[in-house]
């Protein structure tokens, strides 16, 4: 990922391909690349970096190209650099192609083609593709890329040019978002609707398994296996501010709503029925056995993600952990040795707090694993072994795909330690990772059910103060949703453990304010709804999530919202989402800037 344009027609590519990716920066990047068709063979420049260092490079060029891919990049596998970026090409330099997505079996691939001789210039999973079209190329660019993707696994938006056939480009997609823009004598691809709306408001919005032929008098839509297909013309009326949110009000709702495709795209490749494959984790089974003790340090709503690991570690690994905040872990002088695991989560890998936390850690020798999302941030470079969360860029300063992937990678490095330390059985394995697999789809159809969320939501919002509670899991999620809440739409929100009101809290439940409980762990739920009875008894407005099913909770809840059912290690990723959508429709109708809370940044780089 993150970003791809297309273009042939009338007009000279390149400049083409070059504005559509300015409109894409706002997805963030790490590197850029355009390719095109030039006397017949395929002309490339790319580079690590801003956009801008591309631009430099093509100032005096004139490259009279009418047909051409170009991209942004969000680094997944390989660290950001200029043979890193895309597009890629084959050994011949006939195919290039750009990517967004993640092929799991792109090692098996890439073993394959070596064998046949070709030789790879890069690291990503993308550069297997150009490989792959060049061995199955046999006069048929359209045949090659249909027998080409039969072969993949994962996810994927595809551009795909070939320099002997420089009338079309062809792209698919599964999973990663495609449109299509139609013009006169031209036409557009690209990964979302900004970087073409400049040139047209036609477009086709690819759905799993199209495929498009573009040439410069029309578009060719079929299956992947080559069956014609129809799709209706999506007329944009957006303005190009909220294009580039596709549609939505705000990045942070869009950001929400992508959560399904990145809670794919982090397990892409890691399961394999009842095991986990983690091959950024260099720790061999007997390692794992001897670990003593591991500290999880983060901040925030990484910290959020950490006290759900805490609670996966020990129950499905047995191993000891505890969880610090990272701007305390230094100053209390942590009884650390070298033996202990250190596991650091960093949305984005440059947090100073959580860095400091990993040097420290570093100094007495412990090893570090660290869950992050960008790749080739100071934290990534820094740790032993690493975790990625393929989330994509967050632009929204209140985080939300960044947790429920962290809180995925902990469940899976979790499943990962519990079969090597004999202390979770295959079949409890299987049971978990078959859970896993169901999440993106139950978490669409929670965020299917956002209209009821945002009628709660406004009544919340009238109110001054709020208050989550939980249980076990739902605990450290309740800390999650009352961040969430306080953090964008400026309410005082506060989350206790459920089974602490009789300790205090008590005293600031009074008539009609918000209670949100979550009852989601069966193993405590009668205790925690003999907690919500309390709040009752008090007089406090109670929102309960529960599972679907659960009739009994609506005796005591005023409202329920209902989720799917799920095992327990993966609960926190569903019981939140509704805590997100609470906490932004509350701000919208606080008319809050949402995506811009006052006195936060995103990245907290200063201590």
Same mark, same amino acid.
């Given at each position: 990922m993150?970003?791809? =344009?297309?273009?042939?027609?009338?007009?000279?590519?390149?400049?083409?391909?070059?504005?559509?990716?300015k409109k894409l920066e706002y997805r963030g990047y790490d590197s850029a690349g355009v390719a095109a068709v030039v006397d017949g063979r395929i002309w490339l420049e790319k580079a690590v970096g801003r956009l801008s260092v591309v631009e430099e490079r093509l100032r005096d060029k004139d490259i009279p190209a009418r047909v051409g891919i170009g991209h942004t990049r969000w680094a997944t596998h390989g660290r950001p650099s200029d043979a890193n970026a895309?597009?890629?090409?084959?050994?011949?330099?006939?195919?290039?192609?750009?990517?967004?997505?993640?092929?799991?079996?792109? +090692?098996?691939?890439?073993?394959?083609?070596?064998?046949?001789?070709?030789?790879?210039?890069?690291?990503?999973?993308?550069?297997?593709?150009?490989?792959?079209l060049e061995d199955l190329y046999k006069g048929?660019?359209?045949?090659? %890329?249909?027998? $080409?993707? +039969?072969r993949l696994e994962g996810s994927y938006a595809l551009a795909v040019l070939a320099a002997d056939e420089p009338d079309k480009v062809v792209a698919v997609r599964k999973d990663s978002p495609l449109v299509v823009g139609l013009g006169r004598g031209e036409n557009f691809?690209?990964?979302?609707?900004? @970087?073409?709306?400049?040139?047209?408001?036609? =477009?086709?919005?690819?759905?799993?398994?199209? $495929? +498009? =032929?573009?040439?410069?008098?029309?578009?060719?839509?079929?299956?992947?296996?080559?069956?014609?297909? @129809?799709?209706?013309?999506?007329?944009?009326?957006?303005?190009?501010v909220q294009a580039e949110k596709g549609g939505y009000e705000h990045f942070m709702l869009k950001e929400i709503f992508e959560q399904p495709r990145a809670l794919r795209d982090t397990m892409a490749g890691r399961l394999k029925?009842?095991?986990?494959?983690?091959?950024e984790v260099g720790i061999d089974d007997e390692s794992i056995r001897a670990l003593p003790k591991a500290f999880i340090v983060a901040c925030g709503t990484a910290y959020h993600a950490g006290l759900v690991g805490k609670y996966v570690l020990e129950k499905l690994a047995r191993l000891p952990a505890e969880v610090d905040i990272a701007s305390e872990f230094r100053y209390r002088d942590p009884l650390l040795r070298p033996e202990d695991l250190v596991i650091i989560i960093s949305q984005s890998g440059e947090t100073a707090d959580t860095l400091a936390a990993l040097r420290e850690a570093k100094q007495v020798g412990s090893r570090i694993l660290a869950i992050t999302n960008v790749v080739g941030s100071s934290v990534a470079r820094e740790a032993d072994d690493i975790i990625y969360t393929w989330a994509g860029p967050e632009i929204a300063v209140a985080s939300t795909k960044a947790y429920t992937t962290q809180v995925l990678a902990l469940v899976l490095l979790a499943v990962r330690f519990g079969l090597a330390r004999g202390t979770l059985s295959a079949e409890k394995a299987e049971e978990i990772t078959a859970a896993l697999r169901l999440l993106p789809d139950q978490v669409q159809e929670i965020l299917e059910q956002a209209p009821a969320i945002k009628a709660l939501a406004e009544k919340v919002s009238e109110s001054e103060h709020a208050f989550f509670i939980g249980r076990s899991i739902?605990?450290? =999620?309740? $800390?999650?949703?009352?961040?969430?809440?306080?953090?964008?739409?400026?309410?005082?929100?506060?989350? *206790?453990? +459920?089974?602490?009101?009789?300790?205090?809290?008590?005293?600031l439940i009074t008539r009609g304010?918000?209670?949100?409980a979550l009852a989601t762990q069966p193993d405590i739920y009668e205790k925690m709804l003999s907690n919500i009875q309390e709040v009752k008894a008090r007089e406090g407005h109670v929102i309960a999530v529960a599972h679907e099913g659960d009739r009994g909770i609506t005796?005591?809840?005023?409202?329920?919202? *209902?989720?799917?059912?799920? %095992?327990?290690?993966?609960?926190?990723?569903?019981?939140?989402?509704?805590?997100?959508l609470l906490a932004y429709y509350a701000a919208v109708a606080r008319g809050c800037d949402v995506d811009k809370p006052r006195n936060l940044a995103k990245s907290v780089t200063v201590e």
């Open positions: 993150c970003g791809i =344009v297309g273009y042939i027609g009338h007009r000279k590519a390149v400049p083409v391909l070059i504005e559509g990716l895309h597009p890629h090409t084959d050994c011949t330099g006939r195919f290039a192609v750009a990517h967004n997505g993640i092929i799991e079996n792109y +090692a098996d691939l890439k073993a394959e083609l070596e064998e046949k001789g070709h030789t790879f210039k890069s690291q990503t999973d993308t550069e297997v593709l150009a490989h792959l048929d660019l359209v045949r090659a %890329v249909r027998q $080409m993707v +039969a691809l690209a990964s979302d609707i900004p @970087a073409i709306l400049e040139h047209t408001r036609e =477009v086709y919005i690819l759905q799993n398994g199209d $495929m +498009a =032929v573009l040439t410069a008098g029309g578009v060719e839509l079929t299956d992947t296996k080559g069956l014609p297909i @129809a799709r209706e013309v999506f007329h944009v009326k957006w303005d190009p029925n009842s095991h986990v494959e983690l091959s739902d605990y450290g =999620v309740a $800390m999650e949703g009352a961040l969430k809440l306080k953090e964008i739409s400026y309410l005082h929100a506060e989350a *206790y453990a +459920a089974g602490e009101l009789k300790h205090g809290t008590l005293a304010v918000p209670v949100i005796r005591l809840a005023d409202e329920v919202f *209902y989720i799917p059912r799920t %095992v327990k290690p993966a609960s926190a990723v569903l019981t939140v989402i509704p805590l997100q």
